[in-house]
């Protein structure tokens, strides 16, 4: 089943309280982060920084993507977008101190690029709204916030990177995806990703998925590969793969540093790298209440190249394999207790996690 009508779940009131902002649409409180990392025991080393907010001196509204991209060029600017319903056009956010408010109720049709290979860009935020056909991409740039953004690409059956975190060629500092849903669909069956990561010779430092659901229609192989990134935080997140086969969620290689937790994950988990010359793809990964669901009873589905370093702890693998014990494959990973392999029908999901919490399968991501 695919999950972009129903949308699924942030566990249990973890965001901070969101004012109205525009009609249709929330932002965030002009105080306080945008969203509450307090309940985590996230490791010191892995503890990030959120996005700087654009530094803006003038406010305009749009209505149009031309007008949004004449606005964005200028810099230091609030812009509020003034549609209602679906817009076509591409738009390049190449200029510093840009800040977008979009209600919900405006869709835009084409390409969204953030970041720049040729100049330096800061302090962008984008909050509300819908994308179409896309893709959606992040290219170099730092301090980037997208909050309560609503995407989905069109694969048309290529080989296609549907929401792509290139960040290339010198990396992001300070990303943050929140309460944001990802989607692909017509994805190619043999390489097509709903949320990638580049690794670049320099790496990302600090990205912070909360709340945020990655999906991909039946027929395709991979949700996530995410690599190339100092400092991840992943919680309060869902990444449904419909093909329980195939991989809903992938550490590729060179990630430092990780804490993923209260997440549901239905595919297979991968910890590894198939590029000549990789060492690693996860050091000091910590991963917390992971719920895992898929047809073999390993919790990472595969592991290589070694040695991975980190900690599984309390986490529960929902297996059409069968149950009972210790899910395989946590090694070289150490085993924190409080992991078990349960039976699963291979349908009904979502299923408890360790706490015996069953989410709320309509409030992760975007809400629409």
Not at 309 to 318: D, Q
């Amino acid at each position: 089943m695919f999950y972009s009508c129903l949308i699924l779940p942030s566990i249990a009131s973890a965001a901070v309280p969101l004012p109205p902002c525009l009609e249709g649409s929330t932002c965030l409180p002009t105080t306080g982060a945008p969203y509450d990392l307090s309940r985590f025991n996230i490791p010191a080393e892995t503890q990030c920084s959120w996005p700087e907010e654009p530094r803006t001196t003038t406010t305009v509204t749009v209505g149009s993507p031309a007008e949004l991209q004449a606005a964005a060029d200028r810099g230091n600017v609030r812009i509020v977008i003034g549609w209602t319903g679906t817009r076509s056009g591409n738009v390049t956010l190449d200029t510093s101190d840009v800040a977008i408010e979009m209600p919900n109720t405006a869709t835009l049709d084409g390409r969204i690029q953030i970041g720049s290979r040729q100049r330096d860009v800061a302090r962008v935020s984008w909050r509300g709204g819908n994308h179409l056909t896309g893709p959606f991409v992040l290219d170099e740039a730092d301090d980037v916030l997208i909050y309560d953004f609503h995407s989905t690409h069109d694969a048309m059956g290529r080989y296609d990177n549907v929401n792509d975190m290139r960040c290339s060629p010198g990396g992001c500092n300070r990303a943050a995806f929140v309460s944001s849903t990802f989607a692909g669909i017509n994805p190619d069956s043999r390489d097509s990703y709903t949320f990638y990561t580049e690794a670049n010779p320099t790496p990302s430092q600090c990205m912070i998925l909360a709340n945020v659901l990655a999906e991909q229609a039946p027929g395709g192989s991979h949700v996530s590969r995410i690599q190339g990134v100092r400092q991840i935080i992943v919680v309060d997140s869902a990444f449904v793969n419909p093909d329980e086969g195939g991989t809903a969620f992938r550490f590729h290689r060179s990630v430092t540093n990780a804490f993923v937790a209260d997440t549901h994950i239905r595919g297979r988990i991968k910890l590894d790298s198939i590029d000549a010359g990789e060492t690693v793809s996860v050091l000091n990964g910590v991963f917390d209440n992971v719920t895992s669901y898929n047809t073999v009873h390993n919790l990472f589905a595969v592991q290589s190249p070694m040695p991975n370093t980190g900690v599984v702890r309390n986490s529960l693998v929902y297996s059409t394999y069968g149950g009972g014990g210790t899910p395989a494959g946590i090694s070289p990973l150490a085993n924190g207790g409080g992991n078990e392999l349960i039976q699963w029908d291979g349908r009904s999901f979502p299923m408890p996690d360790s706490d015996g919490v069953v989410p709320n399968m309509s409030t992760i991501g975007a809400i629409r």
